[in-house]
């Protein structure tokens, strides 16, 4: 079974600012680490994820994140925010062995309100 | 690429009537579909998972009878609220999954139901 922690559940930052999301998880076998972001009234859109390889993730909208497993953690994280990145935000991860299929679990969100 | 649609997007049915709830794969073979239901401010909860062609696995607590599943192609799933309560308003999230690549799954823009 695995969990995922996300630490803060909002998190306000001025435009401009950079921001870091905070995502801890626990699990007994190794996983896929997902980002999801969720704007009002609609559904996940998939941010980035880490599947194998460099443990530093670039995704979409300029957004990163990087796997430390010692620490079992997947932060993400950017540079300068816009208005347009208040939404909310979504740690996933998921079993690698094929035979578990794919079930995420998810974190509890954070929202994240960009101030002008 | 990877788009999932989902129909309708917000419904108002009275109480007592059912409700079907379209989500399809455009672009690719979903072998693996997913629902969730999402509470006001709240993350999403595995409802179901169902394989074409096969009958879908409902997570521990969801009525199988009142949330009823089809899944008959590779490219549609249909999830249909029966004898809804105003208890089942909520938002509801179908996604779809390749088998392989990591496990990744793409999501619906969402249905709100709202039952009267």
């Known amino acids: 079974a695995q969990s995922v922690t996300q630490l803060d559940s909002q998190v306000p930052v001025f435009e401009e600012a950079p921001v870091e999301l905070r995502c801890n998880y626990s699990s007994s076998v190794s996983v896929y680490l997902f980002w999801y972001v969720q704007y009002p009234n609609q559904g996940l859109q998939l941010l980035l994820k880490y599947l194998s390889g460099s443990t530093l993730v670039k995704g979409i909208n300029g957004f990163e994140a990087e796997f430390n497993k010692s620490q079992t953690s997947f932060h993400l994280r950017k540079p300068s925010v816009h208005i347009s990145d208040t939404a909310e935000y979504f740690c996933?991860?998921?079993?690698?062995?094929?035979?578990?299929?794919?079930?995420?679990?998810f974190g509890g969100g954070t929202r994240v309100l960009v101030k002008p | 690429g990877a788009v999932v649609s989902q129909h309708p997007s917000w419904v108002i049915c009275k109480s007592g009537t059912s409700v079907k709830i379209e989500c399809r794969s455009l672009?690719?073979?979903?072998?693996?579909m997913f629902w969730y239901r999402q509470f006001p401010k709240q993350s999403l909860m595995l409802m179901a998972t169902?394989?074409?062609?096969?009958?879908?696995?409902?997570e521990q607590g969801v009525e199988k009878d009142k949330f009823l599943i089809n899944h008959a192609s590779l490219t549609l799933s249909t999830l249909t609220v029966t004898s809804a309560h105003p208890e089942d308003s909520s938002f509801y999230i179908c996604?779809?999954?390749?088998?392989?690549?990591?496990?990744?799954?793409?999501f619906g823009a969402g249905t709100r139901l709202s039952v009267l």
């Open positions: 672009d690719f073979q979903a072998t693996t």
């Open positions: 996604s779809a999954s390749t088998s392989g690549g990591g496990n990744i799954q793409y």
């Open positions: 169902s394989n074409e062609g096969s009958k879908a696995t409902y």
């Open positions: 996933a991860v998921s079993d690698r062995a094929a035979a578990a299929g794919n079930k995420l679990t």
